[in-house]
């Protein structure tokens, strides 16, 4: 029995801890928004916050996450941050397919809650660990420009 | 709704559900009685299959096959040449043989380990080059030839100060849509609904109803939220759910077939690798007299859409210019490799990666700036296309030229390159162009003779209008313009105009969502039909409206002789890049990127600079960081980080501009847009590479590798 805190909730899983993370939170807690795009590692879609660091979901056997703090995107909606992120995406037009976004979303928080107001260059460091194929990522840069200027810190 | 200029951006419908991560792709589906598929691939490239072992399935896996499908055993597309499932010849490696199904993939897999297949291996063709030079009929999956007679070019060459004559190679691109090819079916007793990331409902729907061999009630596709397409998700997607659909008919439940990345990138359908030779006769002072074009595409194992892919390649073989006594041929070649298929700009690119590489080592040889002898030749409106067919809208690219020349300070910058390429020995700066169109819609008569199209709007009683047609929104953005072209037209608000993931059984076929047509044909017929519905209006009762495509005939297209109007209309670009060089690493760095385009009129500014940035980012790469190859029948790159699309790193911001032009058959005047964007990258990034390098290139992409063995040969040359 493996236990562990999912999106401020204390749950368990009888899932062996060879299984990934990825697919304990889309298989078991039915947490869709976390994306498999490559199962390497590779493209971000399947971003997570283990103990307030952004991890690959598809990278992490779940024995490793005893007792930790994992957050999904789901877990993140209700924030400030994410409100945030989210008209900042749409004004900018950060989205396009959409596949990447919570990941891409996950990147940006994580980022912004480390370096609130991160220079160009900082955020195209900070995304770099997540592919998005439609949009040639300006106009992600841009939304978390943004979302950089009207948090303010958050 | 009351926006003054429909240019003007609007939230996107689907925003919510994609941020959140909530609107539900065709992975994130779990349905009742579902079990998973897998497939048996063929590990060899050619050869005859001897004898099928299965391994002993546990009770509950089943396996499928050839002997299930209830109709013949291939997908429909054009030929008939792709069994569902290989039961006699193997023609590639990833072919599929069978389907294992069951509940728990990991069994799945450890049961596919033992299917054992005896083969009776034959000589496979591996490469397009094999293929050429085998110069065998029977590998020719389909030609076309146009233009002026050889006899008289062949006289025009006599009289030549010289002749020029180049090969350009162009690799296979990989789309890397995000989210993997996936499909379901849903196992009913009455009828199987095929749903799943897809762009062409009604290929999908042909496909099974012939496969299936069942009545039009039978089967129903529905489309799933797609992530990502780029062609890639035309017709593979048909394949696929003839899988599921076979494989669910014959163990009664439903079936969900999902790839992973390196089975997706192994085995599905990529641009075409292509061989384009160039013969052009020159006066004393470089001027062009005649030109001959040769295409070779690498067809893979199947013809698929190839020979559609070949002819929009030939029609793009000069490019935007008028060149005198222009002749092409073209052929798809079949090889013993994964079957290349439909990619943004579908033969265009690697035409225009040809055709400008050309024109600018012809300016170098007449000593004009590239852009310069570009402009020598431009087609102008009214000029005859090389299919006599005609230009007949206005053409801004001479605008468009100047603006970019401006906004980037072009003619200063090249200047200023090659002052600090002389100071600096290893790293050296360049600056390129390109001038590229794309004929908007499908090639020819293919809209009247094939597709037919046709749009329903749907009026509720509450006045909301649903928009009833077979188009895919694959990140492209439709779900939003189309539903603003309605709520304009109507003036309704935004909010009262409904597009739901399309559903076979309630859309009538409006064409697949394919060849830059979506906005400016299906967009149209939606105005019309919104006009329609405006005139007969009546408040709170249900109504209906139904729109057929019209084809506006001008000079009649014929695919035999391959002359007439290709396209009714056509969109254009204007791409500058500017990058700088490490030659002590053949590293390449982007630096600036300016694009100017004419599409008609943008419906949505927000979306329409979405397309610019994604599509310039995949053309881009195209030229210098995507590479995918194949050994011995075998794709070698089966991870994202082995082929290297571009990350946030690799992409610098784009400064463009759309220039206004309407279209008076598109909805306020809009053409096409989503492929124009990716064909000029490729070739501006060659041409940058090789003003800061003074060298020329014969191929992309242009990797370091590349950039690295060219240095050293310029080297051994300059002694």
Redesign the interface.
């Known amino acids: 029995m493996i236990k562990f805190t999912l999106n401020g909730r204390t749950v368990e899983t009888d899932a062996p801890a060879t299984a990934r993370l990825l697919d304990l939170l889309?298989d078991e807690f039915e947490l869709?928004?976390?994306?498999?795009?490559?199962?390497?590692g590779?493209?971000g879609?399947c971003s997570v916050f283990v103990n307030n660091l952004l991890q690959n979901s598809c990278l992490i056997p779940i024995g490793s996450i005893v007792g930790a703090d994992i957050q999904t995107?789901?877990g993140i909606?209700e924030t400030e941050q994410f409100k945030i992120?989210?008209e900042s995406?749409?004004i900018a037009?950060g989205?396009?397919?959409?596949?990447?976004?919570?990941g891409m979303?996950m990147a940006s928080a994580a980022l912004l809650s480390e370096n609130p107001h991160p220079s160009?260059a900082e955020?195209?460091?900070g995304?770099?660990?997540?592919?998005?194929?439609?949009?040639?990522?300006?106009?992600?840069?841009e939304a978390i420009n943004l979302a950089a200027k009207k948090g303010d810190g958050l | 709704m009351n926006l003054k200029d429909i240019s003007t951006s609007v939230p996107k419908k689907d925003h919510k559900g994609k941020v959140s991560g909530q609107l539900p792709y065709i992975s994130d589906v779990k349905v009742e009685n579902m079990v998973y598929g897998v497939l048996y691939r063929s590990p060899i490239a050619y050869g005859k299959i001897i004898s099928i072992q299965l391994p002993n399935l546990p009770e509950g896996y089943e396996a499928v096959g050839a002997e299930h499908i209830p109709g013949p055993n291939y997908v429909k597309i054009i030929k008939e040449d792709q069994p569902i499932f290989a039961n006699e010849w193997v023609n590639y490696i990833g072919e599929p043989i069978l389907m294992l199904t069951g509940k728990d993939l990991d069994i799945l897999y450890s049961l596919l380990n033992e299917v054992k297949v005896e083969f009776e291996e034959h000589q496979a063709i591996y490469t397009l080059d094999e293929a050429i030079k085998q110069k065998s009929v029977s590998l020719v999956l389909a030609s076309y030839e146009f233009g002026e007679s050889l006899e008289n070019i062949s006289a025009i060459e006599q009289g030549a100060h010289q002749i020029i004559e180049e090969e350009y190679d162009t690799g296979y691109q990989e789309h890397v849509y995000l989210e993997p090819q996936g499909m379901l079916a849903v196992y009913k007793d009455d009828e199987i609904v095929v749903q799943g990331s897809m762009q062409c409902l009604y290929y999908i729907k042909n496909a099974l109803l012939s496969a299936l061999a069942c009545g039009d009630d039978e089967v129903r596709v529905v489309q799933s939220p797609t992530g990502g397409g780029f062609g890639g998700k035309e017709d593979y997607p048909s394949m696929m759910a003839c899988h599921v659909a076979v494989a669910a008919r014959a163990v009664k439940k439903s079936v969900m077939l999902v790839f992973d990345r390196s089975e997706d990138m192994l085995v599905t359908t990529k641009r075409h690798p292509a061989k384009l030779k160039y013969r052009t006769a020159l006066d004393k002072e470089g001027n062009i007299l005649s030109m001959c074009v040769d295409i070779f595409l690498d067809g893979g194992a199947n013809v698929g859409l190839s020979s559609v892919v070949l002819q929009r390649a030939l029609l793009n073989s000069a490019g935007v210019y008028k060149i005198p006594h222009f002749h092409a041929k073209g052929y798809v070649l079949k090889t013993n490799t994964v079957p290349n298929g439909a990619f943004r700009g579908f033969g265009a690119p690697q035409s225009f990666a040809g055709i400008e590489s050309h024109i600018g080592h012809l300016s170098k040889l007449a000593k004009i700036d590239p852009l310069e002898y570009k402009r020598k030749y431009l087609v102008k409106q009214g000029d005859p296309t090389i299919t006599k067919g005609k230009f007949r809208d206005p053409i801004l690219v001479e605008d468009m030229i100047e603006d970019v020349l401006n906004v980037s300070e072009y003619k200063k910058k090249k200047e200023d390159f090659q002052r600090l390429n002389q100071q600096n020995q290893r790293y050296k700066k360049g600056i390129g162009t390109s001038l590229f169109l794309h004929g908007c819609g499908f090639t020819g008569s293919g809209e009247r003779d094939h597709i037919k199209a046709k749009v329903k709007l749907v009026k509720s009683k509450d006045d909301q209008v649903s928009l009833k047609i077979s188009n895919s929104d694959m990140g492209q953005g439709i779900l939003t313009t189309l539903c603003k072209i309605v709520a304009k037209e109507l003036n309704l608000p935004f909010e009262d105009i409904l597009y739901p993931y399309p559903d076979t059984k309630e859309v009538p076929d409006s064409g697949p969502t394919v060849a830059s047509r979506t906005t400016m044909i299906v967009g149209k017929l939606l105005e019309r039909a919104a006009k329609k519905l405006k005139n007969q209006w009546q408040t709170g009762v249900e109504q209906e409206v139904v729109e057929h495509y019209v084809h506006r005939e001008m000079i009649p297209w014929d695919e035999k002789t391959f002359t007439g109007d290709a396209y009714p209309a056509y969109s254009w670009g204007v791409n500058i890049v500017e990058v700088e060089v490490d030659t002590l690493t053949g590293n390449l760095k982007l630096e600036k990127v300016y694009g100017n385009y004419e599409v008609g009129k943008v419906i949505d500014e927000r979306i329409m600079k979405g397309q610019i940035d994604g599509g310039l980012a995949q053309g881009l790469a195209y030229g210098y960081l995507e590479k995918m190859t194949s050994k011995q029948g075998r794709i070698q790159q089966k991870s994202i980080s082995d082929y290297g699309p571009p990350t946030s790193l690799d992409i610098v911001s784009i400064e463009s501009k759309v220039f206004d032009n309407p279209y008076a058959d598109g909805p306020y005047g809009a053409k096409g847009a989503g492929e124009l964007t990716l064909i000029g990258g490729a070739p501006a990034v060659q041409a940058a590479i090789e003003d800061a390098l003074h060298t020329s290139f014969q191929q992309i992409p242009i990797t370091p590798e590349v950039i690295i063995e060219s240095l050293w040969m310029k080297e051994g040359e300059e002694g």
């Open positions: 889309r869709i928004g976390t994306k498999e795009g490559c199962g390497e590779e493209c879609a995107i789901e909606i992120l989210d995406y749409s037009g989205v396009q397919c959409g596949y990447c976004i919570p979303i160009e955020i195209r460091e995304i770099s660990g997540n592919l998005c194929r439609c949009t040639g990522y300006n106009m992600i840069v």
